[in-house]
């Protein structure tokens, strides 16, 4: 295993930031955060037509790019880096992996994905952990599905769902489109404002089944979203620890840097020291995804990476001083993603308990 990051890697970040410096200003930002359409869906577009970071674990046969989980989590790195309001989590990772684990996958729906002509959402509730239960709050019976999912993320900018319900004969997984009098999406108030969820009601909505099996494409799914959440994690704190070093560096008091005064070098070389840490920890992950190693690797990851961008979120917003305080700064758009992201996919409580027992240490009380 190497963990470094490889130099088709580096080529991929560097297209990704370029396109994010351009497109994913902070004030750019905040703006559209305060409008009702907070998902920046031209900036989603060019992400998946031009650069083809929507299809990136889609295998060439499906018409994807053939990389693997690394390479996804060097777009999440750069994404938590910006908080760009874009629907990777939701559409790229969470929906396409869901539709990967069907037999046979969807090639056409993949395929529009991947390009970014169709925006998906896998209707669980983004606070579902790895290893849950089943969801069991949508019906499938008399061909039609009725019933309510809340919090579901990306789902205000989805076009297609998919869709975990239980019918008479156990779990099934669908596809719904979005555009039917019988689906309803409802914007819900999110902490986070640059990842908005929204509530589904299903109403008898006409659905595509998905053939396979259903319980181990949703669980694979939130696996690897699980995994690979810990790189956007790791662009949030590497964001928050760099924009904070370069404010200490040039604000002055007493007639000299805060940045030289002791007390904060040592908060800052702390921070360093964790995100150094999350860094492998979440490249690990992304490494194990699809092998032996990947509930453990995940687990581990996430519940280190959460933690350690809440952290850093908040040494931004306390060592900005005044500034850090104010709606005009972005450090509480960071703050409010890393607080999202550290109960999204499971808390890092639930992590430690699922942990546990799979190295053999006694569960965490």
Not at 45 to 67: D, F, I, M
Not at 257 to 265: E, T
Request: proline share 5%; net charge negative.
């Amino acid at each position: 295993m190497n963990l470094l990051y490889s130099d088709v890697e580096d080529q991929l970040r560097a297209s990704v930031a370029d396109l994010l410096a351009d497109r994913a200003q902070p004030a750019s930002i905040l703006a559209r955060c305060e409008t009702d359409k907070p998902h920046d869906l031209d900036l989603w577009r060019t992400l998946t037509a031009e650069l083809g970071a929507g299809s990136l674990h889609v295998p060439e046969s499906l018409g994807g790019q053939g990389a693997s989980a690394r390479e996804v989590a060097v777009v999440l790195e750069e994404l938590g880096r910006t908080v760009a309001p874009v629907p990777f989590l939701g559409s790229a990772v969470l929906a396409t992996t869901a539709l990967l684990g069907c037999e046979p996958a969807d090639g056409e729906l993949l395929g529009a994905l991947g390009s970014g002509r169709t925006v998906g959402a896998l209707a669980v509730s983004l606070a579902t952990a790895p290893g849950s239960a089943f969801p069991s709050t949508v019906e499938y019976t008399d061909g039609v599905l009725r019933g309510r999912v809340r919090s579901v993320a990306d789902a205000a900018a989805a076009d297609v769902l998919v869709v975990p319900a239980v019918g008479v004969d156990g779990p099934t997984l669908h596809t719904v489109r979005v555009d039917q009098a019988q689906v309803t999406v409802t914007p819900a108030v999110s902490l986070d404002l640059t990842r908005p969820i929204a509530d589904v009601t299903f109403d008898g909505a006409a659905s595509t089944r998905l053939t396979g099996d259903p319980e181990s494409a949703l669980d694979g799914a939130l696996w690897t979203a699980a995994a690979l959440l810990a790189s956007e994690q790791v662009g949030v704190a590497d964001w928050c620890l760099t924009t904070t070093v370069a404010y200490l560096k040039d604000r002055h008091q007493f007639g000299r840097p805060v940045g030289s005064f002791q007390a904060l070098k040592h908060r800052l070389a702390d921070l360093f020291g964790e995100l150094a840490l999350a860094r492998a920890a979440a490249r690990n992950a992304a490494d194990a995804v699809g092998g032996p190693e990947e509930r453990v690797a995940a687990l581990l990851a996430n519940s280190l990476c959460s933690t350690v961008a809440v952290h850093a979120a908040e040494e931004c917003v306390q060592l900005h001083g005044g500034i850090g305080m104010t709606w005009e700064h972005p450090a509480h758009l960071y703050l409010k993603r890393a607080k999202a992201d550290q109960i999204a996919l499971g808390t890092p409580g639930q992590h430690r308990r699922l942990l546990a027992p799979l190295v053999d240490l006694p569960a965490p009380r």
